[in-house]
């Protein structure tokens, strides 16, 4: 028999896959490069099929009618439980919405630093005693890998590459490191689901670390410091950013509820 | 029952997949089993990249398929063990080849760490834990990765540096 995981659990992975695999997908047709534009829907696909197979988990815990769908749809900003990270658009603080020019560097900051995190978190959830989320994991951890090196190779490009694009670059990393402080800050549902799945969270820092640290160095950036706020996305308080992005997502399915083609 | 399992799987053979349709679902390693269930057969497949877009379609065929020939059955999804390219059988691989993709190198023995790098061409080999992607028109070795991911999920696009012609690369998964 399958122990108990808190579905607010799968929901935080499935809202942390949903919510970059849609914000990654506003370059689909507007990439940089056309491989870019390929590639970043690829990312896309990656994730939105991972959040699918959460989705499903959680719903089937729910019961009662719950499915991907009502679960991706038809929960508001409060219910989401993504990093916040991961919803700000591609774009230097400051920039108002994610209407204004995307800047490739955020993107490819964010991608790199939220990769290495789930590469780690993946690897040890495949081993876990939850037969159906260590599949899940199993499946993730080989498409975030790619991920991982696509962002880590431009990370490096632009890092050390032209004087305009390494400070680019080094700017998207002052804005984006506080951020990761969520990875590791505290939430019930994730202590409770520790005691399911053996992951403790606090113990890949160190791994997470070292992959940041050696990637910095080899693109000649330097690490900010943290700083003192943490973000609580996962607890369900989150920027003004996800409510434009839902919107965009959830306006459609809304509008017509029951449509199928 | 037996006979009619044994039909199913010949019926199945002429499933090829959607988007490369020179190799079939068995031969791809998504075919995995067919077996006896409550109502009629249970055909098990295995998703490949969590977010293909194909997978839906091959349900479907292999659905319509085997109604077709009057044999009930449904189509169950299984997660665990994660498919895998190692799973291709090598006759797949010489067909890959044959229609102009580079097949997928055995994936990287899991006893690593979990984060892999690889060089990006034969030319620039530091690092590298990745053999030489051979050209699938003149087999040269000196090759370079244009882009990570290419027409679908499941493939990278090279460049052969000597007979200059542009191809797709099946990523080991």
Redesign the interface.
């Known amino acids: 028999m399958t122990s108990a995981l808190p579905t607010d659990y799968l929901l935080h992975l499935a809202d942390n896959a949903l919510v970059l695999g849609q914000r990654n997908a506003e370059w689909c047709g507007h990439g940089p490069a056309l491989e870019e534009d390929i590639a970043l829907s690829n990312n896309s696909l990656d994730l939105i099929g991972q959040a699918r197979l959460l989705y499903q988990a959680a719903a089937a815990q729910i019961g009662g009618g719950a499915s991907e769908d009502s679960l991706a749809y038809f929960r508001d900003v409060p219910d989401f439980k993504n990093y916040t990270l991961l919803e700000l658009p591609h774009n230097a603080p400051l920039a108002s919405t994610s209407a204004s020019d995307r800047d490739f560097a955020t993107t490819v900051v964010r991608n790199f630093l939220f990769s290495a995190w789930m590469v780690l978190v993946w690897d040890r959830l495949q081993q876990c005693e939850h037969p159906e989320l260590a599949a899940i994991a199993a499946k993730s951890v080989k498409e975030v890998r790619y991920h991982l090196r696509h962002s880590r190779d431009w990370l490096l490009r632009l890092g050390d590459g032209t004087t305009e694009s390494q400070a680019r670059v080094q700017a998207a990393v002052n804005h984006l490191m506080p951020y990761t402080q969520e990875f590791w800050s505290h939430s019930v549902y994730e202590t409770q689901a520790a005691q399911v799945t053996g992951l403790d969270t606090l113990s890949l820092r160190i791994d997470w670390d070292q992959i940041v640290a050696a990637a910095l160095s080899e693109a000649t950036l330097t690490r900010p410091a943290a700083g003192g706020f943490v973000t609580t996305g996962k607890q369900g308080l989150h920027s003004e950013h996800l409510g434009f992005l839902l919107a965009e997502m959830q306006s459609l399915t809304r509008a017509h509820p029951e449509a199928v083609w | 029952m037996n006979a009619q399992i044994a039909r199913a799987w010949d019926l199945l053979e002429v499933l090829t997949d959607p988007e490369i349709p020179v190799v079939t679902l068995r031969e791809l390693g998504i075919l995995r089993d067919v077996r006896e269930g409550p109502e009629g057969l249970d055909v098990v497949i295995t998703?490949t990249?969590?977010?293909?877009?194909a997978m839906s379609q091959i349900q479907d065929d292999v659905q319509s398929c085997l109604q077709q020939s009057g044999i009930a059955a449904r189509v169950i999804t299984q997660?665990?063990?994660?498919?895998t390219t190692d799973w291709m059988s090598p006759e797949a691989k010489d067909k890959l080849r044959a229609y102009g993709i580079a097949p997928p190198h055995a994936c990287p023995s899991p006893s690593g760490s979990?984060?892999?790098?690889?060089a990006?061409s034969a030319r620039h080999p530091a690092g590298s834990e990745l053999l030489a992607v051979a050209c699938p028109q003149c087999q040269s070795l000196n090759t370079t990765e244009?882009?990570?991911?290419?027409?679908t999920?499941c493939k990278a696009?090279y460049r052969c540096l000597d007979c200059l012609e542009p191809f797709d690369y099946f990523?080991p998964?």
């Not at chain 2, 990249?49 to 877009?53: A, H, K, L, R």
């Open positions: 998703p990249y969590s977010g293909c877009p997660l665990a063990p994660a498919w979990v984060v892999q790098f690889a990006r244009t882009s990570h991911f290419g027409s999920a696009l990523k998964y």
